[in-house]
Antibody, heavy 116, light 106 residues
Framework: QVQLVESGGGLVKPGGSLRLSCAAS????????MSWIRQAPGKGLEWVSY????????YYADSVKGRFTISRDNAKNSLYLQMNSLRAEDTAVYYC?????????WGQGTLVTVSS | DIQMTQSPSSLSASVGDRVTITCQAS??????LNWYQQKPGKAPKLLIY???NLETGVPSRFSGSGSGTDFTFTISSLQPEDIATYYC????????FGGGTKVEIK
């Protein structure tokens, strides 16, 4: 079955960087758009970014544009999110999800905490 | 950007009650709308896609309707296991989620 496993979260100081990974299995990874969606503690869901199956098309939410970079390695069935210039408001659980329009499958999430 | 206004933000109902949640888009989105259920500490689970289609394996007491800008999500007979937060999500233009509705048992 479809499985998405995020990793790479942790505690980082404001202005710092972190790279999240998402390992995919149970489906043909290279056939699907992939997304990152986050949820601040006690808050709602916020789409962050998505990437096309080939990696040629990428979109970002305005809140992360210029600071975050999404990428993928289809040979490794992996999705990434490079997060730079982190702010306190980036504190959230970050989920990877299969598809960019109808996220049917989600990982369990990885917590990113930005605090001094 | 398309804004999604979901209401109410919370509700309390009795087991067996009919529960209705609404979601309004700031512009026309056809039927490009999904509904999710999220339980504490868990990832969201897709319940309804394309406004009215029941996801495989989801109980038939869940339903969705609407098109354009106004959408409705209904639980026909609330069960204890339905306690969760529900979100609408549009995908006409990138993705936007509603603010969520927390459903509790009275």
């Amino acid at each position: 079955q479809v499985q998405l496993v995020e990793s790479g979260g942790g505690l980082v100081k404001p202005g710092g960087s972190l790279r999240l990974s998402c390992a995919a299995s149970g489906f043909t990874f290279s056939d699907y758009y992939m997304s990152w969606i986050r949820q601040a503690p006690g808050k709602g869901l916020e789409w962050v970014s998505y990437i096309s199956s080939s990696g040629s098309t990428i979109y970002y939410a305005d809140s992360v544009k210029g600071r975050f970079t999404i990428s993928r390695d289809n040979a490794k069935n992996s999705l990434y999110l490079q997060m730079n210039s982190l702010r306190a408001e980036d504190t959230a659980v970050y989920y990877c999800a299969r598809d960019s329009r109808l996220p049917r499958n989600w990982g369990q999430g990885t917590l990113v905490t930005v605090s001094s | 950007d398309i804004q999604m206004t979901q209401s109410p933000s919370s509700l309390s109902a009795s087991v067996g009650d009919r529960v209705t949640i609404t979601c309004q888009a700031s512009q026309h989105i056809s039927d490009y709308l999904n509904w999710y259920q999220q339980k504490p500490g868990k990832a969201p689970k897709l319940l309804i896609y394309d406004a009215s289609n029941l996801e495989t394996g989801v109980p038939s007491r869940f339903s969705g309707s609407g098109s354009g800008t106004d959408f409705t999500f209904t639980i026909s007979s609330l069960q204890p296991e339905d306690i969760a937060t529900y979100y609408c999500q549009q995908y006409d233009n990138s993705l936007t989620f509603g603010g969520g509705t927390k459903v509790e048992i009275k």
